[in-house]
């Protein structure tokens, strides 16, 4: 069997960066620190990343291209409530692999203007996603809000969506690195955005929002909403027919 080639160390570099940042926090941690966790000398380490915040950037370029892929569905795609609950629950599993750069926010936005700029744009496509979301359910006839309402409902998530772990670090400190803790609470988010859009829910989504509050109906992976697709990318003709309902634990 053939080993696997060793990481470069500019990967090894960013991974365990990552790891202390989200463990000890991003202001307690210093490119002296990573280079003896590494185990090499500093200017090692600089050959690769001018200073720390050029660390965190290079971070960041990964957390902003992977979530700019997850703040979106698929083309003619139309989620329901059901989904929409379980795609905030997977959102918050990704979350928690950047947890860093939501607990420090404010400390990284007041001195990295690259940051500053960059998560600001995500902010932003965070809102206008939940917006989309509104408006296609009101188009559906399964909400009923006005556009300044929709305005407030999809700002509100946005808020909710970037400083929940914020609010999670000031509630439960000592727990902050137990990730089933962390990760349960995270899920409760999704049940305070959507409760945000349950006024107005009409029809099938309120029942769906109903059955989901009180157990009724088991939730699925997100993964399970999506359609099949095959090896070239596009969705099978059959997909969504054989489609059943899978109970996921509980978290």
Same mark, same amino acid.
């Given at each position: ?12 570099? +960013? ?93 990284? +936005? ?54 929940? +772990? ?41 029942? +769906? ?43």
């Amino acid at each position: 069997m053939e080993s696997k080639p060793p990481r470069r160390t500019r990967d090894r570099i +960013l991974e365990l960066s990552l790891r202390l940042f989200n463990e000890i926090g991003e202001p307690n941690v210093t490119t002296t620190t990573i280079a003896e966790e590494m185990e090499i000398s500093p200017g090692n380490l600089y050959y690769h990343f001018r200073n720390k915040d050029d660390i965190i950037n290079s971070i960041f370029a990964q957390f902003e291209q992977e979530i700019s892929k997850r703040l979106r569905f698929p083309d003619d795609h139309r989620p329901t409530i059901d989904e929409m609950w379980a795609y905030l629950a997977y959102m918050a599993d990704f979350l928690w692999t950047y947890r860093f750069l939501y607990r420090d926010l404010n400390d990284l +936005l007041a001195r990295n203007r690259t940051l500053e700029t960059h998560f600001k744009q995500i902010i932003t496509h965070k809102v206008n996603f939940a917006r989309q979301l509104c408006e296609q359910l009101i188009a559906d006839g399964e909400m009923e809000a006005t556009p300044q309402e929709i305005g407030v409902i999809s700002t509100n998530i946005g808020v909710i969506s970037t400083y929940w +772990l914020s609010y999670q670090f000031v509630m439960n400190p000592r727990k902050y690195n137990e990730q089933e803790a962390i990760r349960t609470e995270l899920h409760q988010a999704s049940l305070h955005i959507v409760s945000l859009m349950a006024p107005y829910l009409r029809g099938r989504s309120r029942q +769906l929002f109903d059955d989901l509050v009180s157990g009724r109906l088991p939730m699925r992976e997100f993964a399970d909403y999506l359609p099949p697709r095959d090896g070239r990318g596009e969705t099978r003709p059959d997909a969504g027919k054989a489609e059943t309902q899978r109970p996921k634990g509980a978290r």
